[in-house]
């Protein structure tokens, strides 16, 4: 019999031999995606009723405006959605959705977060699931992939004012991208066992005695829309644990497969776009560095947890989806916390002390490691252009990258970037701890309990989605908080990122030289790794020393 730690590697060698297979005729189908000039029909008729020209282009201010309009009234629509629930059909009998819990999903689900502070199947009627939460997790992916491919363009055009069409990437990423894989990957997890079907609700003993109301849904297409898009929106509260939404070991790796396949196949497209393979490759590098070292970390602590329980198990098996084991849940865990998923499998509340600070890392990082649905590859060349300037203050050059001098003028927009989520992270953690009445919401005590608030936090700022668990978040304080979080995390980021890529697209090219730092090899590779880790450890280190490591020293 295969030992579990056999299993466990061989999980994760056949998902990077996969990932690698993909690599390359993915990211050149969304480099063609991105580059054509022919529009498709359907695509015509959508530019048509929008009232769009999409043969012309736009200066990153108005391709800022254009996405945040489309944002904001996205916002409103899922609220009104939410709150007229009852008037509306397929609503199952379901009261409105509170207004707190209204503007904390709608808000969540427009920037990509998908952080749920209620339960799926008992809140939501099927109108709302589709029509607005099932969209919403294609277009707010869409909408990251739109502003990576933005950026991308600032590195390959010279003295340009246009950095593209927003409603044409948006289009695009959806009808091109997004679409064929969910309808591709849908059809693999209905194999797999998960439900797709429209059944009226009905009643199922619980655990405990009580009853609960369960629908089949259409989970198999959402939860394949939500992976795709990495988003954690799931239709059951229990999320990836409950066998409709991740039905057997299969179906565990096909989801973790479909939460990094968009995200690690756009450096190939950045590569192409910038005339430069290498350079995407180098990328792909730096986030499969992180990725690896995260995932053999945190399995490595669950299964190395000390305690008589634990060692007579084998692992710390408190909260894992026992159908899965340790390996297969700490790889979801560490996938999910990597990207701006947020599904989970397991109850990271129940990991050991560092396992838990690891995922709570992870999101620290940026969520570059690969991040989110082009939210990853932003955040990374954003980083690169970091890692560039250090390198050019150590030598005394003036510092360059893809032939862009990188000036007081592109650092600032890559600084500002990086500062606003540890910004929101640490001042709502704070107000949260300062409150008698936001303490009252912790099941916990003492560090762990300090633990829970700063990952709902870290969660919602880095539009990630997960929970700790054991916080009680579906008040009105934590609801607008973490609502103006995830706003603020995704777009005044968005906002410095299309800036930067403005100001490099109007640049003239700069030969290269002696001197130029090359950004294809190991060194760059290892250089912005380390400047990535060093980044989030002066700035949350304090931090987690209050929760997660004095808790692991205790």
Known sequence: MMSSTTAGILFIGSLVAALALVHRPLGDYMYRVYTGTRHLAAERVIYRLVGVRPDTEQRWGVYARALLAFSAISILFLYGLQRLQDRLFLSLGLAPVPDHVAWNTAVSFVTNTNWQAYSGESTMGYLVQMSGLAVQNFVSASVGMAVAIALVRGFARRRSEEIGNFWVDLVRGTVRVLLPLALVGAVVLLAG????????????????????????????????????????????NTNSAHPFENATAWTNWFEIFAIFLIPFAL????????????????????????????????????????????????????????????????????????????????????????????????????????????????????????????????????????????????????????????????????????????RASMLNGGPHGFSEVLYAFTSASNNNGSAFGGLTVNTPWYDVALGLCMAFGRFLPIVFVLALAGSLAGQAPVPGSAGTLPTHRPQFVGMVVGVTVIIVALTFLPALALGPLAEGIQ
């Open 193 to 236: 066992g998960l439900v797709q079907n429209l059944t009226s609700p009905h009643e199922v003993t619980t655990l405990t005695g009580g009853t609960q109301a369960i629908t089949g849904g259409p989970v198999a297409s959402q939860e394949i829309i939500k992976e795709l898009g990495t988003n954690g929106g799931g239709f059951y």
């Open 267 to 438: 450096p190939r497209t950045f590569g192409r776009m910038v005339g430069d393979t290498r350079q995407g490759y180098a990328i792909v590098a730096i986030m499969g560095t992180l990725a690896l070292a995260s995932v053999a970390l945190l399995t490595g602590l669950e299964v190395a947890h000390g305690g008589t329980v634990p060692q007579a198990v084998g692992a710390a098996m408190e909260g894992k989806e026992v159908r899965f084991g340790v390996p297969n849940s700490g790889t979801f865990a560490a996938a999910t916390t990597l990207t701006s998923t947020g599904a989970v499998n397991s109850f990271h509340d129940s990991f050991t002390a560092l396992g838990g600070m690891l995922t709570m890392f992870n999101m620290m990082l940026g969520e570059v490691a690969p991040g989110g649905a082009g939210a990853g590859l932003y955040g990374m060349l954003v980083l690169a252009v970091i890692t560039v300037f250090v390198a050019g203050l150590m030598v005394g050059r003036t510092p360059e990258y893809l032939g862009k001098r990188i000036g007081s003028r592109e650092i600032k927009f890559a600084a500002m970037y990086f500062l606003v989520t540890p910004l929101l992270v640490l001042t709502g953690t704070a107000l949260a701890m300062g409150s008698a009445q936001q």
